[in-house]
């Protein structure tokens, strides 16, 4: 299969933070792989360590609160965590994006979309080398960028404010931004969830699209395992700053492993309506004080003895399928 | 709409206006429904659509601006500040945000002691054994909770506590308003399974509102739908699912996001979401959906449909399915 130098590698990602009360140990080993032209899903509750994972890889971490205490994360071979701060705008600028959740937050209220826009594409040109374009080529290039994302009439679209524009218009102007000609990886941190699903629906159909046409990385992050089984080819379930499970999206719908990926697909409400489990007991972990072991082990149906000393690591149960758990040690 | 005997709360009509420098926002407009005691009236449609604005004028936060409600044989024509004491103990809410909802400088203990002292002042000053009595029915040990203060347990915990608080009163009625849209699916599940056994133990009829089909499939005897202040669709919750009618219903049906084949092959496949919601203030002659409507025809734009029921039950607000005779 694809043997390459995959698009972006995460090594054992450590990330703490600390606080009044001490220090929370967010991340604890995180890994995560993303081939080029692969859609990948990053599925997990609140507060797994979902967004602390993507603000690692556009180092923009909260300092000095939150540390990077251990790991890689290689950008075609190159180690993020170590390049010099000039670098990093370039990288930003140039192959990665990234879309979140509240586009009223990451887009500026007193500018106009065309100038954003329009700033954007310009450094993105500077950054790939091309200069001297005038101000109307690159306005009508954000133009079409927004046409792109299905945006009626883009050209008033260009003069208007982002308050001006309803949620779903705003998170349109946002992946307008992110899919700019140059970027390789798409970093999309809950795109949909402040918006109404059909709304969602439109919006993500269309990402998908413009994903697929472009040949662009994805990295989705999400709470909706329905989301990610539509978009993504590959799923990554975070708990409590782990990757608990691995595999092929469909695979992990027909035969999910770990205890806690069973415990949360049996949680979600089915459409065919067979009533509700009875959710997973407890809570999660206090980073503080993360428990011993394997960081589930306390709210586990099927906890032995080794659980509650070590953290398992890792075990393959075939075609790609890797499960952190000790039930399958082999 | 059939009205039987027991029917525990009759709405008829109603309307609700808010009046603001941009225009008249007509958040709920002239819708009628009628809840039997003990069932789960579910409430569903996307933001905007007045879903809200129905619950809290029935609870009394706003006083109607037309139309009549009814509780048994009481008027809910006015807000709390002209209710009697006897029906605001009958009538409670549960919250979206328990974030917000519970009173950050109030220990749990004072936040539920606040309606026994107001409705069951029997208990007189001694209120630790009650308040106990309803953490414990919201399965919370009270040893563990009782004085703690909201910020220190997390989101589904709070939604315990403000059910207990819901449930203080003894109502009969209780709306729940997203009760867990703020809340995992995990967490989600816990709360849900803590409300069905709820209402089976107290005899409780529940106004059940979310913005979720899978949930509210799982939750619901009857389904109404609503769009832009009207309803669009009512139906038992099996129909609604399998025979939806009204065209939003299939579109909204068709845009839930699903984590199996099975339920897959239950979405309407030919009907894909188009447009956005229009703004409540401007809101589109004639039937409200049309600018969206795969199905649209001439009349649609000019006259609003009315409600037909097309099968025992399950009614419908579309110009597809005229009434007999029409």
């Known amino acids: 299969m694809r043997t390459q130098v995959p698009l972006l590698e995460i090594k054992n990602l450590h990330v703490q933070f600390k606080v009044f009360e001490g220090v929370l140990k967010v991340l604890n080993g995180v890994n995560i792989v993303i081939r080029e032209k692969e859609k990948v899903g990053l599925v997990g509750e609140t507060g797994c360590g979902k967004t602390t994972t993507i603000k690692s890889v556009l180092r923009i971490l909260p300092s000095p609160q939150a540390k990077i205490t251990g790991g890689q994360i290689f950008y075609r071979g190159r180690d993020i965590l170590t390049m010099q701060p000039r670098e990093i705008p370039g990288l930003r600028r140039g192959e990665l994006s990234a879309i979140f959740q509240d586009p009223l937050a990451s887009l500026n209220p007193v500018f106009t979309v065309g100038q954003q826009l329009g700033d954007i594409l310009k450094h993105s040109m500077k950054h790939q080398g091309v200069k001297g374009i005038s101000k109307k080529e690159i306005r009508s290039k954000a133009a079409d960028l927004l046409r792109e994302t299905g945006m009626p009439d883009p050209e008033r679209i260009l003069k208007t404010y982002p308050v001006q524009l309803s949620g779903g218009m705003r998170q349109r102007v946002c992946i307008s931004e992110a899919l700019r000609a140059t970027v390789k990886l798409l970093l999309a941190d809950e795109p949909t969830t402040n918006l109404d699903v059909t709304i969602q629906d439109q919006i993500l159909r269309r990402l998908d699209d413009l994903v697929e046409e472009r040949g662009t990385s994805i990295l989705l992050i999400s709470h909706s395992l329905g989301i990610v089984r539509d978009l993504t080819e590959r799923v990554y379930i975070m708990y409590a700053g782990t990757i608990v499970e691995t595999t092929r999206t469909r695979r992990l719908f027909e035969n999910p492993l770990h205890p806690y990926t069973k415990a949360l697909l049996k949680t979600i409400p089915k459409l065919t309506g067979k009533g509700l489990s009875e959710g997973i007991r407890g809570r999660i972990p206090n980073y503080l004080n993360p428990p011993q072991g394997c960081r589930f082990h306390p709210r586990c149906d099927s906890a032995m003895n080794i659980c509650r000393k070590e953290n398992p690591p890792g075990f393959s149960a075939g075609n790609d399928h890797v499960a952190a758990c000790w039930l399958f040690r082999g | ?326």
């Open chain 2, 1 to 326: 709409m059939t009205v039987m005997n027991e029917d525990i709360l009759r709405v008829k009509g109603l309307v609700k206006h808010f009046f603001t420098r941009l225009g008249t926002v007509r958040a709920v407009d002239n819708v009628s429904f009628a809840i039997r005691r003990g069932e789960t009236f579910g409430l569903v449609g996307e933001s905007g659509s007045g879903k809200t604005t129905v619950a809290h004028t029935l609870v009394g936060i706003y006083k109607p601006t037309g139309g009549e409600a009814y509780f048994r044989d009481q008027s809910l024509g006015e807000d709390f500040s002209h209710r009697s004491k006897a029906l605001k103990k009958n009538i409670r809410i549960v919250f979206q945000d328990p974030g917000s909802s519970l009173n950050p400088r109030w220990s749990i203990k004072q936040i539920l002691e606040l309606p026994l002292r107001i409705h069951r002042t029997s208990y007189g000053k001694n209120h630790v054994e009650a308040v106990s009595e309803l953490l414990r029915m919201v399965e919370l040990p009270p040893e563990e909770y009782l004085y703690k203060y909201p910020q220190a347990i997390g989101g589904g915990e709070k939604q315990m506590v403000a059910i207990a608080r819901a449930l203080a009163t003894e109502p009969d009625f209780v709306a729940l308003d997203e009760p867990t849209s703020a809340l995992d699916v995990s967490i989600q599940a816990k709360i849900i399974k803590l409300l069905t056994r709820l209402q089976k133990k107290l005899d409780l009829t529940y106004l059940f509102i979310t913005h979720d089909l899978s949930l509210m499939r799982n939750m619901a005897n009857r389904v109404a739908i609503m769009y832009l202040g009207k309803i669009a669709e009512v139906a038992p919750t099996r129909e609604f699912f399998q025979k939806p009618l009204h065209p939003y219903t299939n579109m909204l049906l068709s845009s839930i996001p699903v984590t199996s084949d099975e339920e897959e092959k239950l979405k309407p496949k030919q009907i894909r979401s188009t447009g956005e919601i229009p703004s409540p203030v401007n809101i589109p002659p004639g039937c409200s959906f049309h600018l969206r409507c795969p199905r649209c025809m001439d009349i649609c734009s000019r006259l609003d449909p009315v409600m037909t029921e097309k099968e025992a039950g399950h009614w419908v607000r579309c110009h597809l399915y005229p009434a007999a005779g029409q």
